[in-house]
């Protein structure tokens, strides 16, 4: 069984930037798919990136503000966060899929359900 833990929330300022990280307990494989979501209260789980092998999707709210990264080497998803504002306040949750298809990188966010292994959570807070 896999294990995800994840690290690096914070409190920031609006503009401010984190960086949160993924620790694996195994191998992060090319055919697996790795991703970041996110709850705020009241709120649905979001979708946020998404990373296999060399392809990554995001969620247009976060599109070129957010980057999505894993580090081979020592098993660990990360999620760098530039330019934050209030509402990316939230729980994130970085999750797996093992033997992620590449035709179902696309709407993967779309569906929690479809990854098999999640993390505890880290929050993030920014303040205006």
């Known amino acids: 069984q896999e294990t995800l833990r994840e690290s690096g929330g914070g409190s920031v300022q609006a503009g401010g930037s984190l960086r949160l990280s993924c620790a694996s307990s195994g191998m992060i494989y090319r055919s697996a798919c790795m991703a970041w979501f996110r709850q705020a209260p009241g709120k649905s789980r979001e979708g946020v990136a998404l990373?296999?092998?060399?392809?990554?999707v995001y969620v247009d709210s976060v599109k070129g503000r957010f980057t999505i990264s894993v580090d081979n080497a020592k098993n660990t998803l990360y999620l760098q966060m530039d330019n934050l504002e209030p509402d990316d306040t939230a729980m994130y949750y970085c999750?797996?899929?093992?033997?992620?298809?590449?035709?179902?990188?696309?709407?993967?966010?779309?569906?929690?359900?479809?990854?098999?292994?999640w993390g505890q959570g880290t929050q993030v807070t920014v303040s205006s």
């Open positions: 999750a797996m899929r093992l033997f992620c298809q590449a035709s179902a990188t696309s709407n993967a966010l779309r569906d929690v359900a479809y990854f098999q292994y």
């Open positions: 990373i296999r092998d060399a392809a990554t």
